[in-house]
Structure formats: structure tokens, C-alpha cells
């Protein structure tokens, strides 16, 4: 008989271990609590303007294809994906632009044009780098729930590529001798919620990832990908229910056998993967933890938030699909995105303007503008519904001062913004901090939460609250890993249950 998988959410964690059960003939029924699928990776509508909530840039879209491809699909049947060139623009205090490419021969040209001292360096860059990737991609897609993980072969390998008790910028500092170069291959951290003065260095292949192979859209926007997963789920017979939150994991005997629904019934199953948020999970739906216990929930560190802006307006402007404003207090500002007091300066602004790009997310001759600015998360006492205004203010000021976009205010005609309360509020996300636990070496590998979680037996987690970590990539990698789990417990089978390239 079909084993029955309980998942819980329907965000990319979640979606794609669906497609990959369903696809090996498991019996799965998904329970989200949004009236819509894909959690942060989602869609809204303002009046005739479409926005994605949160991810906008899709890196290493070879994941994304293999993940498909895993579950018997091509992608390309579902989703359109572009390349952006260049990655995008990013904008300095001091007016310089740079606007780098996976072509190297532009970025080269560019780099040569705004910073030509480090043109040479530029080519060390990619070739260390590159080098560095080979060896580590692997110790990404593997699991780590024994301490001897640790012993295997590739990682032993990959060990002196981690560079791991150094920091993003001083490892950049032994590349690039001028700041913004150095800053322009850094801010990336934004990503993960974390300062380049304080994350590791592996994080250098961030930044590497994308000159390598470029930063993709989707069209429709990136919430597509999740839409097309659901899709893929139901076609083999998968089960989703949304605007269905789920109370409490039922466990017997320290062993997960089902879930009780917020309206109070009871579903049973073989087994239950975890996708909501995993902080949140734990201290919500999980009684009896042992090691996730509410004071080692909150002593752990956390990735930062985001304040966002998603703007619809009545006029196109001539600038990138992806632009960057860099402020003149960005160290300050990106090591204060980390504490627990309001930022004294708004250093980093990220604006996402995809109708260059994508003509079906805003009428014609309109943008759907999407602004994202770091933030602290909510371990900083910040009461966001009364500072809100202001902050948006002084953000839209900060745009138009440093930007083309000087009537930008004056065109809005649909507005929402979100706070770290309304990442508690509209997806369960433990503390706001939107990109999960953070990325630090204490909280990665066999130290990140594992994939077969540590509570409950017969209990898996995916997303970015378990290993490797957040963003969609790494979220995919997480569904294979827990799906292998899954599959391997199930059958007692000790090889690969996927494609073998794949590690
Ligand atoms: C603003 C922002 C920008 C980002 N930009 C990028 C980017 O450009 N590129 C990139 O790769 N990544 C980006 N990310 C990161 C990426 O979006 C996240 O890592 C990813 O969406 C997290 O996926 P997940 O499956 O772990 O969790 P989620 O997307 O949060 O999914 C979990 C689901 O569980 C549901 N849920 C929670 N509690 C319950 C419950 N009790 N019962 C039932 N359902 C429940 C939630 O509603 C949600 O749908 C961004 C994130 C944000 C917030």
C-alpha cells in the first residue's frame, strides 16, 4: 500500500519534496495555511499590478531544471525563464555606477572602466573561486545527521576550501584593492540577512554563483516556479489544502504520526515533513522538544529582516531590472541590520523594476516597483506600525535623492508595505527573520537543524530552516535531501534514490 506523506506548508520547501514524493508514488497531502501556495515565494495582486513577495533574483537556475527533471518534469514546460544582463546595476554614494555580467568579457570591460585596478584581480577572483565552488557544491547537497558526516571523503577534500574561521570581506580584502569593487561583491549577504563583516567566507561564492551563471526572471515573476510545482504535485495526485493551518504535530512514542488541523481534526500519516518556518515550527507545533526547547530557540542567531515597499505606478522608468544603492554608511549600516536597535542610516536599498524585463506584471506604460530594504529583526523591540510611515518616507527620500526615480511618489497608486510584524503576522516566520536561522559556521552543516528532524521520529523538515540553508536553490537541494531520507527509512534502500549525478 502507498505510504501516506503529511506536509506542512506549501512554500518551496514543501512544494518541491511533494513533486519529488508524489513523483516515487508516495500518497501526499500538503496543509497551508494561506488561502495560496508558494509562502515567501508567493504572488499578490494590487488593483491591475502583479508583485512577488519576496525572492526576485533565481540563481544556479540548473537547480531549479534538475529538481524538475528529479520528478519526471522538464521545467521549461511550465516556466519561462530569462537571463538578466547585466546582473544588475548598483548604484554608489558618490554617483559612480557599476553594472556587472556573466559575460566576462563585459564585466571585464567594466571592471576596467570603473575600477581598473582591479581588473587582474577580478580574473584571480573567478578563477579561485570557481575552483573553490567544485570542490564545496557537493558538501552542500549532502545530509548531515551524524557528526561523522563530517569525515566523508568530499568534505575532508572541500575542508581547506571553507577558508572557515575568515570573514566575506577580509577574504575579498585578499582580492580586490578598492572598496566599492569590494563592496559590489559583497552586499550579496543581503540575501541571507547577514553583515560581509561578519559572515563567512564561503559566502564569496554568492557573488561568484551569479557572475558565473548569471541572474535569472521568470515570467510572470518567480512566485511561477512554486505555481508550476503545485501544479506538478496535483498532476500525480497529490493533495493540497490551502487556508488550512495546521494546530499541533501528533506524535506517539516520540514517533510523528499525524497532524491535528486548526478546526480541531485529527489526519494521520506515515510520516510528517516540516516546511513551515522551522523556529516557528518548533515552538508551535511540536510538544515534549528536547533540543529546540524555547530557551535554545532563543539563544540561537537569526537572520535579519526586511522592510518592503511594493509599489504600483503610473509610469515606466528607464532603469535595470535589478538596481543596488549603496550608501556611504553601508558597514555601519549592514552590521546594525544585525543588532536589536533601530539603524541609525538606510545604507542598502535594493529596487526590483522587472517591466524592463516581464510586460505582464503592470499594465502598459505602468511598474510594479518593488523595494527591500534590510532590517533588523524583531530581537530589536522596533513598534513597527507607529515608525512605519516615517521609514517609508525616509526610504522614498532616499530613492529619490539617489536615483533617477525623482517623481517616483507622485506616481504610486497602489502601495502595501510589509514589516518584520507582517512576516510574523501573514507567514509564520520566527522573529521576521525572513532568510531563517542564520548562516553563521555555528548554525551550518551537521550544526544547522538536520533534515530528519532531532525531535520527533518519522519527521522530516525542508526549506531554509534546515541544511543547506535559505534561498531557492538551497531550499530545492533541502527537498532532495529530506525526500531521500524519506525514501531510504522507508525502504531500507542505502544508495542514492535519485539520479546519481546528482551529488
Ligand atoms: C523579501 C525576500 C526576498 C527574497 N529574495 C530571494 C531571492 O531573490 N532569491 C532567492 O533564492 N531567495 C530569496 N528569498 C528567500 C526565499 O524566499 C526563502 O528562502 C524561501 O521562500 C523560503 O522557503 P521555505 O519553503 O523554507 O518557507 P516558506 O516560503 O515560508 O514556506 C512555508 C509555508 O508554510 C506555511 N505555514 C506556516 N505555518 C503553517 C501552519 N501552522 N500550517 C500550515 N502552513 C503553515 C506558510 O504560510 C508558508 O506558505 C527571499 C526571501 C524574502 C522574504
Same mark, same amino acid.
Given at each position: ?338 543588532? %536589536?536597535?533601530? $539603524?541609525?542610516?538606510? &545604507?542598502?536599498? +535594493?529596487?526590483?523594476? @522587472? /517591466?524592463?524585463?516581464? =510586460? %505582464?506584471?503592470? $499594465?502598459?506604460?505602468? &511598474?510594479?516597483? +518593488?523595494?527591500?530594504? @534590510? /532590517?533588523?529583526?524583531? =530581537?530589536?523591540?522596533? $513598534? ?10 525616509? /526610504? ?108
Amino acid at each position: 500500500m502507498k505510504k501516506k506523506v503529511i506536509i506542512v506548508g506549501a512554500g518551496p520547501g514543501g512544494l518541491s519534496t511533494a513533486m519529488l514524493l508524489t513523483h516515487k508514488g508516495y500518497d501526499v497531502v500538503i496543509f497551508e495555511k494561506n488561502p495560496d501556495t508558494g509562502g515567501r515565494n508567493d504572488r499578490f495582486q494590487l488593483g491591475a499590478f502583479t508583485f512577488d513577495v519576496g525572492p526576485t533574483f533565481l540563481m544556479l537556475p540548473q537547480f531549479a531544471n534538475e529538481i524538475f527533471a528529479l520528478a519526471g518534469k522538464k521545467m521549461s514546460d511550465y516556466v519561462e525563464i530569462k537571463n538578466i544582463d547585466p546582473l544588475y546595476r548598483i548604484k554608489f554614494n558618490d554617483g559612480t555606477e557599476f553594472f556587472p555580467s556573466s559575460d566576462l568579457e563585459k564585466t571585464i570591460s567594466e571592471i576596467s572602466r570603473v575600477f581598473p585596478e582591479d581588473v587582474d584581480n577580478y580574473i584571480r577572483f573567478k578563477k579561485t573561486e570557481g575552483y573553490r565552488y567544485n570542490r564545496v557544491e557537493k558538501c552542500f547537497k549532502a545530509p548531515y545527521t551524524r557528526f561523522t558526516d563530517f569525515l566523508r571523503p568530499f568534505f575532508i577534500e572541500a575542508l581547506p576550501q571553507m577558508d572557515m574561521f575568515n570573514t566575506l570581506q577580509n577574504r575579498l580584502k585578499s582580492y580586490f584593492t578598492n572598496d566599492r569593487m569590494r563592496y559590489a561583491m559583497s552586499f550579496q549577504t543581503k540575501y541571507i540577512g547577514m553583515s560581509p563583516w561578519k559572515s563567512p567566507s564561503a559566502y564569496s561564492l554568492i557573488p561568484y554563483i551569479e557572475h558565473k551563471w548569471g541572474v535569472h526572471h521568470v515570467t510572470g515573476g518567480l512566485n511561477r516556479i512554486s505555481k508550476a510545482m503545485a501544479e506538478v504535485v496535483q498532476e500525480y495526485g497529490g493533495i493540497i489544502h490551502t487556508s488550512t493551518p495546521v494546530r499541533k504535530i501528533i506524535s506517539k512514542n516520540r514517533k510523528a504520526i499525524g497532524v491535528t488541523l486548526e478546526n480541531g481534526e485529527n489526519v494521520y500519516g506515515d510520516y510528517v515533513v516540516i516546511n513551515a518556518d522551522f523556529a516557528y515550527a518548533m515552538s508551535n507545533l511540536v510538544d515534549n522538544r528536547k533540543k529546540y526547547t524555547e530557551a535554545n530557540l532563543r539563544k540561537r542567531e537569526y537572520s535579519a529582516s526586511t522592510f518592503m515597499l511594493y509599489l504600483g505606478v503610473k509610469k515606466q522608468y528607464d532603469i535595470s531590472h535589478h538596481n543596488l544603492i549603496i550608501g556611504d554608511q553601508f558597514r555601519d549600516y549592514m552590521d546594525e541590520i544585525t543588532m %536589536t536597535k533601530e $539603524p541609525s542610516t538606510t &545604507s542598502l536599498v +535594493y529596487i526590483h523594476n @522587472p /517591466v524592463v524585463t516581464d =510586460k %505582464t506584471l503592470a $499594465p502598459e506604460g505602468n &511598474s510594479s516597483i +518593488y523595494v527591500l530594504v @534590510p /532590517v533588523p529583526n524583531k =530581537k530589536a523591540p522596533l $513598534p513597527w506600525d507607529e515608525i512605519k510611515s516615517d521609514f517609508r518616507n525616509r /526610504v522614498l527620500d532616499l530613492i529619490k535623492t539617489q536615483t533617477e526615480l525623482k517623481d517616483l511618489e507622485n506616481n504610486i497608486i497602489e502601495e502595501k508595505i510589509m514589516t518584520p510584524d507582517d512576516w510574523v503576522r501573514d507567514f509564520n516566520v520566527y522573529n521576521g527573520a525572513v532568510f531563517n536561522l542564520s548562516h553563521a559556521m555555528n548554525q551550518m552543516f551537521y550544526f544547522r537543524p538536520h533534515n530528519k528532524s532531532e525531535e520527533l521520529d518519522n519527521c522530516y523538515i525542508v526549506g531554509g530552516g534546515t541544511h543547506p540553508g535559505s534561498g531557492l536553490p538551497t531550499i530545492y537541494i533541502s527537498a532532495v535531501i529530506s525526500s531521500e531520507l524519506i525514501i531510504k527509512d522507508d525502504t531500507g534502500d542505502k544508495g542514492r534514490c535519485f539520479d546519481k549525478t546528482w551529488l
